[in-house]
């Protein structure tokens, strides 16, 4: 009988990893990923020679790209304060898609910014735009040695003695102690957990300010590294308080020194004139089609699969974030149009240069925009599936308020549904795995057939059923398209394309190869209506592929503000007594990270002020992504003011699907248990 329950036993412990890896393997989910590019301006023409003579884009000899264009490079609003610039220049080697030796040229030159409270009276400090980051100058007139901006926020902090806070980049602000009077508070600066400085301010006397200045930042001594600005301190019965309400901050410990005979990709040929850097090329460069040719130090040129050469500059952008996406600043009175040219937030494919989204201001008096002065447009296009190879055609598509939007009906703007995918990466999935879609969809691999040609698909929307299929692929066209009813009252709404590479039934792993990916969120698809409002644009005209909608009130451009347009979308206007305003809208990336207190750590939210970005889903990886804290206080989008439509999900959902894998092992378990009895019986 030992025998009996020692082997029992040992088959109860194989049987448990056998269900436990299939309880592991049935859980394998392969997460979406996402990037930024923060593009600028789109340059279209035969030739570098036909770009560079159109006065459009430039002089004539030139085209240049400065802050007001490239919106990835730094720009202070109010003080109208830009430092970069990125040229292309007609010289000798300078044709087709070839800029010739020292033909690419980045400039930047300190400027002059004022802090973000601009109460406290700290004056302006130096700053310079490198690679489209924010350093500031160590010394006020030599641009060679720079330091990261981390934190220039005005927003108010309550730290209570023993708290700490965390300004970012491994910098942190402890209150040490509160004096028993309530009129001081002992402060300390530390890197990463070690102390560096600290200071006791006083909130009776002098500028409530502590000004942490360090020697030994790339040689320099007596650096200005912090300043704190201490509101006010309480001494209570049960808590001593003092509060912050602004602080500045450079990470001097990873200050940098550039030199002459330092190299930035391929711009090579560095000059340093005091204030000012200058780097050229010294080899030609090349644009290529179809290709991200890299600049320099983050920076990429974008060019189109076209005959005709079509490119743009941007800087990718992977840290996790919210992030402002403006467009070109406008000065003054004069009525202007944004367009994706020149507002990337809006729609825009490169390929087939197709852009359907335009926000047109005119008849500005003072700083008031007139009834219908404001007037934003948008109209359905057609556009390649991103995994052209594998979907033969096109899929129409709409910018609505800087989303990018695929309508139910080809030519009828009033049913949109949001793209979720449009992706050509390639995706290996075993049986049992799930891939993450986005937006609570989802797709799973149940099975391989035996004979290796076929995999049966399952798509879920928010863990539940909506649909499966099994796509072959030694017959037919490899793709699974995914037809939904009652999506805002239309049938047959095609919600989901899969194609399948191809399929493989090994000896240990049965494996899919997915290839092309094309998902729209039915579930939420929207249905605008003549009366609905978006914010301030609230006159809404369809005219079948077309929506057109302006305000039917007086639209007021309040300085220092950020007032909204409609739909998320904005203008930031200056805090100048001269008129100065942009568009903008933000987008998320990864997972958002705000204000928290976790025991006596509290973090502060930093900056992130990204502008002309467009967000690409690409549901490929496994990753583990940063997370980057935001400060700005920004506006709380409205939503649109029509209902989502959820029946076709629910419609759909006729099947749970199984997340308990592994129990179909017990009456395996009693089967091996009862053979076990019966040979030790008849023994």
Known sequence: MKRFVASALAALMLLTVFASAAMADDNNTTSAASTVEIRGPVYN?????????????????????????????????????????????????????????????????????????????????????????KYIPLKSNDASKLAKLVVDSDDKQTLKTGDTLDLGDGYSLQAKQVDVDGDKVWLELDKDGQYVDDQIVSTDSGDHTWTCEVDDVQGEDNVPVLKVHVNQVFQGAVDSVAQIDAIWLIDYANAIKIDSDDEFGKLDDVSINGPTITISNDDT????????????????????????LRFYAYKQQTTSGTYDVRGTVVSGTQPYT??????????????????????????????????????????????????????????????????????????????????????????????????????????????????????????????????????STDSGDHTWTCEVDDVQGEDNVPVLKVHVNQVFQGAVDSVAQIDGLWLIDYANAIKIDSDDEFGKLNDVSINGPTITISNDDTFSLTKDSDQEIGQGMYFKVADSSELRYYPYVQQTLGNETTTTTSGNITSIDNTTSIDNTSV????????TEETQDVNASTPTETPVTSTPDTSAAANNTTETKNNTPGFEIVPAIFGLLSVFYIVRKNR
């Open 285 to 308: 460069f090349s644009l290529t089609k179809d290709s991200d040719q890299e600049i320099g130090q983050g920076l990429y040129f974008k060019v189109a699969d076209s005959d005709a």
């Open 616 to 623: 690409t889903p690409t549901p490929v990886e496994n990753s």
């Open 338 to 471: 944004w367009t994706p040219d020149n507002f990337a937030g809006f729609f825009y494919d490169l390929k087939k240069n197709v852009g359907t989204e335009t926000l047109n201001v005119s008849g500005v008096d003072g700083r008031t925009i007139p009834e219908n002065g404001l007037k934003y447009s948008t109209t359905i296009s057609k556009v390649d599936y991103d995994a052209d190879d594998a979907f033969n055609g096109t899929y129409p598509v709409l910018g609505f308020f800087a989303q990018k939007y695929v309508p139910l009906k080809s030519n009828d703007a009033s049913k949109l549904a949001k793209l979720v995918v449009d992706s050509d990466d390639k995706q290996t999935l075993k049986t049992g795995d799930t891939l993450d879609l986005g937006d609570g969809y989802s797709l799973q691999a149940k099975q391989v057939d035996v004979d290796g040609d076929k995999v049966w698909l399952e798509l879920d929307k928010d863990g539940q059923y909506v649909d499966d299929q099994i796509v």
């Open 45 to 133: 023409g035969s030739s570098l020679t036909d770009i560079l003579a159109n006065t459009a884009y430039g002089n004539g000899t030139a085209i240049t790209m400065d802050a007001n264009k490239f919106a990835a490079f730094y720009y202070d609003i109010d003080d109208n304060v830009t430092t970069e610039s990125l040229s292309i220049k007609n010289v000798a080697g300078t044709s087709g898609r070839t800029i010739g030796e020292n033909g690419l040229v980045y400039t930047t030159t300190i400027g002059k910014a004022e802090y973000e409270n601009k109460d406290v009276d700290w004056g302006n400090y130096s700053v310079i735009g490198f690679f489209a980051d």
